[in-house]
């Protein structure tokens, strides 16, 4: 299957303070990117569609302005949190497809706000 | 109500026995039936992937649809302690092109030795 990567796969950082988090399509053209976040125990669950070159799409609930995507290119798509607090610490995980084919998924990022 | 429903478990069983995990969904848009496994601190891994009614197997797992009871399964023949994982059921739509992903909470599953 196609590799999807993430980087960092760990990060610890003060609130208040803004982190980002990349994901790449490392064998194929990411057309679209999904960013999900997954709080211990619990499911996955979406917080963004993004196409490449445009605006993403975000689920209700999910603040855009907080949550932070840019797909500028078919390969990267990142994912910044801005002004964290601890309660946005969870487990984010990409995933990417061509077109609407199959989603790849990345290995997530843990996020922890002290 | 969730529009995918899935017990949590967690599920203990001994090595070599038949694993039964099992879905429920409200929406009838779903297309696409998927089942991933995901190991503590990764990312879920696509399993089994079917969009009709019956049985479709591979090697030691079976995933099973009825559409018409909304009701999806997984089973797993002759587990082995490497099966250990939350397996989680995800359910696809796919409108003007655009697709989405519904997961269920995902089943923890232990096989002891």
């Known amino acids: 299957g196609a590799v999807v990567s993430q980087h960092p796969s760990w990060v610890i950082c003060k609130s208040g303070t803004s982190v980002k988090i990349e994901c790449r399509s490392l064998?194929?053209?990411?057309?679209?990117m999904f960013w999900y976040r997954q709080f211990p125990k619990q499911s996955l669950m979406l917080m963004a569609t993004?196409?490449?070159?445009?605006?993403?799409?975000?689920e209700q609930g999910v603040e855009k302005d907080k949550f932070l995507i840019n797909h500028a290119s078919l390969t990267l798509s990142t994912l910044t949190v801005t002004s964290a607090h601890p309660e946005d610490s969870s487990f984010y995980i990409c995933?990417?497809?061509?077109?609407?084919?199959?989603?790849?998924f990345g290995p997530g990022t843990r996020l922890t706000v002290t | 109500q969730k529009e995918v429903e899935q017990d949590p478990g967690p599920l203990s069983v001994p090595e070599g026995a038949i694993v039964s995990l099992n879905c429920t969904y409200s929406?009838?848009?779903?297309?696409?039936f998927m089942w991933y496994r995901q190991y503590s601190r990764k990312g879920p891994e696509l399993l089994m992937y079917t969009y009709s009614s019956g049985n479709k197997e591979d090697g030691r797992f079976t995933a099973q649809v009825d559409k018409s009871s909304k009701y999806i399964s997984l089973f797993i023949r002759d587990s082995q302690p490497s099966d250990s994982a939350t397996y989680l059921c995800a359910m696809r739509t796919i409108i003007q092109g655009a697709q989405k992903l519904v997961f269920g909470q995902g089943t923890r599953l232990t096989i002891n030795p």
């Open positions: 064998d194929f053209q990411a057309t679209t």
């Open positions: 929406n009838s848009a779903f297309q696409y």
């Open positions: 995933s990417a497809s061509f077109q609407s084919y199959e989603q790849y």
């Open positions: 993004s196409n490449e070159g445009s605006k993403a799409t975000y």
